[in-house]
């Protein structure tokens, strides 16, 4: 199966900004980027899941490039409905670090921080670059920033996905990245980054975002949601993660082995035939894969 139909099969496709990714995917060799805000000092399940496309891109030929965005904490993505909280410059530097030291771990590719090229960018050189590019209507149009002027949001926040096409005109500039993958619920900050690269460039770079994973209720795995399963061991523990995971339910458990595991199409499809509805089955194996790739400990 070639690379495009297997992500599409395990349900890590939702939008793609064209159709010429599905060749480039397939028969090129990008290099890509997908990124995390230092907003705690541990990733969740949820990065987890999103992570896991670096080293299916990468098995394919692809190349990975992680970013934690120092820079983008510092200013708070919209969430859609309030605003965040102001972050604390000390703390994301600290949680910048941990969440390095995390990434090497489990994914062994080039990390960059959005800092290093944001720190000494003057107001009127962002402003011309970058926000003479971008129309305010076309940002307000934005799905998130669009749910969160009702409630109100404040011009640093709505300047984030400037930041954020930023980052990919940057990465293009130093790195050679034609590709940002993100979860889905990031489509409007890619797509203002293609946009930016267009108009500095001339040149068509690509946008890919993935489902984010939820529970049996649509509620998304992220501490936002207040159910957080760390990476941390210290915060979630081996024995803890395998726990959540072996009490799914029946109706996402076979999603999850696709999204969470290399396992292969036949061996998924034959836990599937094999599991019986709540005899916990296919979840003890989910349990033991997640926990061995994680923390390298069998259970």
């Excluded at 990434?103 to 050189?125: A, G, H, Q, R, S």
């Excluded at 068509?204 to 159910?227: A, C, H, Q, R, W």
Aim: aromatic share 10%; proline share 3%.
């Amino acid at each position: 199966m070639e690379l495009y139909e297997d992500l599409k099969w395990r349900g890590l496709i939702n939008q793609i900004s064209s159709e010429k990714l599905i060749k480039k995917l397939n028969e090129e060799s990008l290099t890509f980027y997908i990124g995390t805000d230092p907003t705690a000092d541990s990733l969740h399940l949820g990065h987890y899941s999103s992570f896991l496309i670096t080293k299916r891109l990468a098995m394919h030929g692809h190349k990975p490039i992680m970013l934690i965005g120092g820079a983008t904490a510092l200013v708070g993505d919209p969430r859609g409905s309030t605003e965040r909280d102001l972050a604390d410059k000390n703390r994301v530097f600290q949680s910048f670090n941990k969440l390095k030291e995390q990434l090497k771990k489990l994914f062994p590719y080039e990390i960059v921080n959005n800092y290093d090229w944001t720190k000494d960018l003057k107001m009127e050189d962002f402003l011309i670059e970058y926000g003479k590019l971008i129309t305010t209507s076309y940002m307000t149009n934005k799905e998130l920033v669009k749910k969160q002027l009702t409630s109100g949001i404040s011009f640093a926040e709505f300047s984030y996905m400037l930041l954020q096409g930023m980052d990919f005109y940057h990465l293009l500039k130093e790195k050679n990245v034609t590709l940002q993958v993100a979860g889905s619920d990031q489509w409007g900050n890619i797509t203002t980054g293609i946009e930016i690269v267009r108009k500095k460039t001339g040149k068509e770079v690509y946008g890919l975002t993935m489902p984010l994973i939820t529970d049996e209720n649509g509620k998304k795995f992220g501490k936002s949601e207040g159910n957080a399963i760390w990476l941390n061991p210290d915060k979630t523990s081996p024995q803890e993660l395998y726990n959540f995971l072996y009490n799914v339910s029946d109706c996402i458990v076979i999603s999850l082995l696709k999204k969470l595991t290399f396992l292969s199409k036949e061996e998924i499809e034959l836990i599937e035939k094999e599991h019986k509805p709540n005899s916990h089955y296919a979840q003890n194996i989910l349990g033991k894969q997640i926990v061995y790739d994680i923390h390298n400990i069998k259970i």
